[in-house]
């Protein structure tokens, strides 16, 4: 018998194919080496730090890795001046209190139970220290009570011995002591707060917009578990003072005065200042269920692509005119790639996030601020703080997209940090980018924040199985249904008159001065929005393209990934 005429074709394109799968099963396998491979790298970059801290720095905050030795910097933390400073205070255990979420997600459940044991027996929050109360909040109360949500989910099994909720008591502590903070005219806390004593004489009235508008997850939490309805009564009354300071652009400024409720620095963008503000309005949205937060951070979030943006950068403008005012890219801003991914922006996200990242590549690590309109580094913010944004982005734009380039985004990372700040006692800041002179710094947000995120980045079996959110400061909170559940009246958005305006006001594009044209989708559904996802689903992900709207540069139909997200997929 003679083969059928196109046998060799078929051969071929059989071996093809074989050839193919081959290649597509080898380069698969290839990435999943690769990427236990760089979880081990980042599993050896923690215990570096974490170990050196236990061994040289611990219980005080913070570890000075070049000295082998401390620093008592909970008072420090957002304290430029070094005001105030107690004469008698010998730490908090800073830093092992923000590494608890992350010994549980590199599965180290014996030093996670030994760490909680220490403190429960230990750490006492009557101290004589003046500290800030967003910082605080976000490492302090956000790490406790993280770790309390953890400790106390079954299914995780933490613990050999009984967890009897030493670390909401510890928390539960903490957060009566933020309360006299916010004993104001206006509801906006004090920025400074003395843990024993309370607010102090003739103490500034002047904070930030991030200091009085990212309270909501970490309080807001601490009153779902110890129904104590205070903590987020508090953090709710801010943030409605905020928002109604909002200028007719729906913009913010960055400094603000708690007594009079009157801005003082009214030029601001998404960095430091203002940044965990946008994050926390989205977040509260997922973790609390509330649609009122959805809308309050979808309007600032279309002021902000209007007013700030350029391109794929962002720069400062002030609130009143809309007028640009500063054209810096800061290394804070690099969390608003992850921000937009978390919204379904993954476009916009991707495209600011490779120009973070060239950045990067370009210096070796991210300079604290650099001049868009001189192309120049700033002259005295030159450093590098072991900050943890663009990996935080890398993070997620590989979990919406999966695509691989992101891993090579996350080794360049790795591999950086270990050429540049590794040192014998740890991880050590960077001084000044230029000439990778080293300072004696390793900031607690390094073990929380920059090691987690790379980690999870090659490694997200952590959250197979639950939703979690996380907090500005890394430390993750599980969405559960029993929190998604009505607020009293008074708290919620849509009564309040300035939000009643605003539902009012017409819908606009996120692109500068254009209109994205409405759309009927062949459901039916009416959208407008330059950035729809629908709501219908818990975890925020879509499940066909109708729930993906239209994309906020182009004003293009936007497809649901394979991964379940929305975004501007070329190919598809
Ligand atoms: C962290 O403390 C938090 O992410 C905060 O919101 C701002 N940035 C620092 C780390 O850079």
Redesign the pocket.
Known sequence: MFPPRNYSASCFLLSLLLLSTFTLSLSQSHSAAKKKRMREKVRQMFYHAYDNYMTHAFPHDELKPLTKSFTDSLSELGNLKLEHLPRDYSGSALTLIESLSSLVIMGNNTEFERAVLWLSENLTFDVDARINLF?CN??VLGGLVSAHLLASDPSKKLFQGAYNNQLLVLAEDLGKRFLPAFNTPTGLPYAWINLKYGVMENETTETST?GCG?LILEMGALSKLTGDPRYESAALRALRKLWSMQSSLKLFGTTLDVATGQWIEYSSGIGAGV??FY?YLLKAHILFGKEDFWRMFHSSYIAVQKYFRHGPWYHEADMRTGRATYWQLT??QA?WPGLQVLMGDIFAANSSHREFFHVWKRFGVLPERYLLDHQMLHPTEKYY?L???LAESTFYLYQATKDPWYIEVGESIVNSLNLYTKVEGGFASVKDVTTMQLEDHQ?S?FL??TCKYLYLLFDDSFMLGSNYIFT???HPLPVLNTWHEELPEAYIPTNWTIMKRQAAANRVSAMSLQECPAMTLNSGQHIESCCHISDARSDHRCLTDEDCGVDATTCRRRSCSMAGYCGLWIFI
């Open positions: 910082e976000i490492r991030s990212s940044d965990s994050e290394s804070l969390f703080p900050r943890p944004e900031h947000f929380a924040e500005t400061e890394g």
